[in-house]
């Protein structure tokens, strides 16, 4: 079994599009390449947004992408379609860490995908 390896990427830029592209199943246009770069270019994410990227990728043994994930660091819960405030209020009030978090998702879009 060759070995796999799970990596995070701190900007989508370090993915080429042409590999990350090629792991989309379907067109999805808010998991392409050109809709999450923009949003770290234009500073919507990343700084101090709340939303620092940590992009899941996993890589064959030639380092090769098999899989990759839009992922966050989230210090908050806003622009988010996940409304989960209650949780994080009620892990406040028992004094338990809700956050920083890590958000797998397309951010600020309510649409469903795979």
């Not at 592209?21 to 919507?44: G, K, M, N, T, V």
């Not at 043994?61 to 098999?66: E, S, V």
Request: hydrophobic share 45%; glycine share 8%.
């Amino acid at each position: 079994m060759a070995l796999r390896c799970l990596h995070a990427l701190h900007s989508l830029h370090a993915l080429a599009p042409a590999s990350r592209a090629a792991l989309l199943p379907e067109p999805q246009p808010f998991l392409r390449h050109a809709f999450l770069s923009a949003l770290e270019d234009s500073a919507s994410l990343g700084g101090n947004s709340g939303w620092q990227p940590a992009h899941q990728v996993l890589l064959d043994a030639r380092g090769q992408p098999l899989a990759a994930m839009p992922a966050y660091v989230k210090n908050h819960s806003y622009g988010e379609y996940v409304f989960d405030m209650g949780w994080a209020d009620a892990c406040h009030r028992a004094g338990i860490a809700y956050y920083p978090k890590l958000l797998c998702a397309s951010p600020f879009t309510p649409v469903p995908g795979s």
